[in-house]
């Protein structure tokens, strides 16, 4: 019995490490922007194993999308490219919240974006 529990023990385990946190879908939020008034946010994801592919809207109407994607369990990491500067972001994914990390120009700045309905 002992072994039989610690089979499914392990068993739930491995798949919640391959699986991770449901990141497909879009993603809302608000940021401060650099006048300090705050602007909505948003991210579209899509899971492919361990590789996170997606894009966020430019304020022309245009896709960036993110580069090197890439997902850990509950933890995600990317980058932003705008023309020569790169900016790398961190995030954990807890149900419908996605706490996103990222140091811009020097200063580390967190926000939270919720999965979209």
């Known amino acids: 019995m002992k072994r039989f529990a610690l089979t499914v023990g392990v068993v739930l385990l491995v798949a919640g490490i391959?699986?991770?946190?449901?990141?497909?879908?879009k993603w809302i939020g608000n940021i401060a922007g650099m006048d300090g008034n705050e602007m909505e946010i948003s991210y579209t994801f899509?899971?492919?194993?361990?590789?996170?592919?997606?894009?966020?809207?430019?304020?022309?109407?245009?896709?960036?999308?993110?580069?090197?994607?890439?997902?850990?369990?509950?933890n995600i990491?990317?980058?932003?490219?705008?023309?020569?500067?790169?900016?790398e972001m961190t995030g954990v994914v807890s149900g419908n919240e996605l706490k996103l990390s990222m140091d811009m120009m020097g200063s580390p700045m967190e926000f939270t974006?919720?999965?979209?309905?």
């Not at 490219?81 to 790169?86: D, P, R, T």
């Not at 974006?113 to 309905?117: G, H, I, T």
Request: aromatic content about 8%; overall charge negative; glycine content about 16%.
């Open 77 to 87: 990491s990317f980058s932003l490219a705008f023309g020569e500067m790169k900016m």
């Open 18 to 25: 391959a699986f991770g946190a449901d990141i497909d879908g």
């Open 113 to 117: 974006l919720k999965k979209a309905q």
């Open 46 to 74: 899509k899971a492919e194993g361990t590789k996170l592919t997606g894009f966020t809207p430019t304020p022309d109407g245009q896709k960036m999308e993110i580069q090197d994607g890439k997902i850990d369990g509950n």
